[in-house]
């Protein structure tokens, strides 16, 4: 299935055709294979929509951001998030990234014993808030928490980019400690500038990493937002629409958590992070047994 899908990849490049709607093509396939559920998450999320959450995140621009205040357990999330760095930093565990500006120091061991992360991640302002976005109840997909030592580093992640594992998703940073412009913060473009950017620019689906000249030639730096705060403070972005970069920590270092949210007829098997990236993909659900909405965001009605 994946040669077959990779083959007319190929054959559509070749041919000189746009790979996007091959893309949504596949995304369809799926959902067909797939109606109840497909049903079943729209529906969900319709009850769930409420005046609170479903305007946190804009359709239109592709994000949304929150102060510390906003969801409620943010503060022990925090605490845990910062536990999980100290217990790293103590035992240097032995996981590698090929990013050494961007490291993940948390692993499933540390979500059974910190379930405060997960409970976080599936808070009920979340869910409502990342449903109303997809207009269907998502995949709660991968977890981490960040490291990004201070580094003169720009590479990878560090340039303007698109994550293309899906057509739409949400990444949520939460700066675990306070962030400022020198620790790297996560940075981007809303998708609406993101779009006039790429289509100047002629930046398609899997069009590469783009230098800050190029992006600049378009969009304004008063355009460039970052997720400045303090603790507790994040935001959460459509990584696939808007072009983003982050960890330049030229004076500081940055611990960030992050979760992903995408459909649940989303594109590609992995995160996106790569195969050797170790963020968590097997999230701990024994927890939520009996909680039906939660089991359906971590997707076990499906796979289990
Ligand atoms: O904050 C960062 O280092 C950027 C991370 C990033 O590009 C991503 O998660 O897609």
Redesign the pocket.
Known sequence: MLAAKLALGRVVRRVGLPVEPLFYLMKAGRIALHPAEALRRRRTAAALADARWSPLISRAKGFGMFAPDVFPGTATAMDAARTVFKRWEETKSLRTSS?P??VNVLDRDDLVAHPALLDFALSDGMIRAASAYFGEVPLLRAMAV?Y?PKNDLQQA??KF?I?TDDLRQL?C?VNVEPTDAAA????FLDAEVSQRVRTKLRHGWKGGRLEDEEVFSVATPAELRELLGPSGSGGLID?SRCL????RARGGS?L?L?F?FTSFAHLKEDD??GPDSAVVTNLPAERYRGDLLRTLVLGRSRRQ
């Not at 983003?244 to 960890?247: I, L, M, V, W």
Request: glycine content about 12%.
């Open positions: 990013k500006f961007l960040f990004s992640s560090q980019h994550d990444k940073f790297g913060p996560f940075s990584t983003h970069f982050g960890s940055r960030v992050m992903q996106g992070y």
